[in-house]
């Protein structure tokens, strides 16, 4: 159980164009949802908070114009990177929240994206 | 501002040795922390789970423990194997208002057959 999911697994772009992310909670509702980038040998940085049916948090630094979120349903949240440059190539990955059997919320990551932009 | 480390950095070590994995943590006021693993080019697996109230969660071959107040967690992997070879994260929950977990530097452990 507790199964994440994310479409494209890799996508490769020109710079200009814009790319969209999928993430889907298989097998239970998420309300939460969270995107984050991970560049080479670093740690992941939290990029925002989707939650359903209302607009995303973003965290300090993230432009929202840029990074566009929407969660449309308790399964599925998208990410998409507008007008995508070279220095937005990273790896892309979402999680999504679920009480565990310790009674703490979890988070369940998905599989990651990998963007690549030229 | 909350930030984690995690101590060393990389870590190699021959097959069958018991290693420990550090994460330190600057605010003691968290809701619970967790271990993860992350293969190469891969999404991360949750390994441990610990509550702020506990001192330490057990998982087959691994075991972690939490002292809160000094702000530290201990991934303990015994008899490691050449499977274990990955990257472990230690990430902090902030409080229970939010979800929002802040991610540690990461430890990267080759294990030699």
């Known amino acids: 159980g507790a199964v994440v999911s994310q479409h494209p697994s890799w996508v490769i772009c020109k710079s200009g164009t814009s790319v969209k992310i999928e993430c889907r909670s298989l097998?239970?509702?998420?309300?939460?949802m969270f995107w984050y980038r991970q560049f080479p040998k670093q740690s992941l940085m939290l990029m925002a908070t989707?939650?359903?049916?209302?607009?995303?948090?973003?965290e300090q630094g993230v432009e929202k114009d840029k990074f566009l979120i929407n969660h449309a349903s308790l399964t599925l949240s998208t990410l998409t990177v507008t007008s995508a440059h070279p220095e937005d190539s990273s790896f892309y990955i979402c999680?999504?929240?679920?009480?565990?059997?310790?009674?703490?919320?979890?988070?369940?990551f998905g599989p990651g994206t990998r963007l690549t932009v030229t | 501002k909350q930030e984690v480390t995690q101590i060393p950095a990389a870590l190699s070590v021959p097959e069958g040795e018991n290693l420990v994995l550090n994460c330190s943590f600057t605010?003691?006021?968290?809701?619970?922390l967790q271990w993860f693993r992350q293969d190469p080019g891969k999404g991360l697996t949750s390994l441990l789970l610990i509550q702020s109230s506990q001192r330490e969660q057990t998982s087959g071959r691994l075991n972690a423990s939490l002292d809160k107040s000094s702000g530290r967690s201990t991934l303990y992997i015994a008899a490691s194997q050449p499977g274990d070879s990955a990257t472990y994260l230690c990430a902090v929950r902030r409080n229970s208002g939010t979800y929002k977990y802040i991610f540690g530097t990461g430890t990267r452990l080759k294990v030699l057959a």
């Open positions: 605010d003691s006021a968290i809701y619970n």
């Open positions: 097998d239970f509702q998420a309300t939460t």
């Open positions: 999680s999504a929240s679920l009480e565990g059997w310790t009674g703490g919320i979890e988070q369940y």
């Open positions: 989707s939650n359903e049916g209302s607009k995303a948090t973003y």
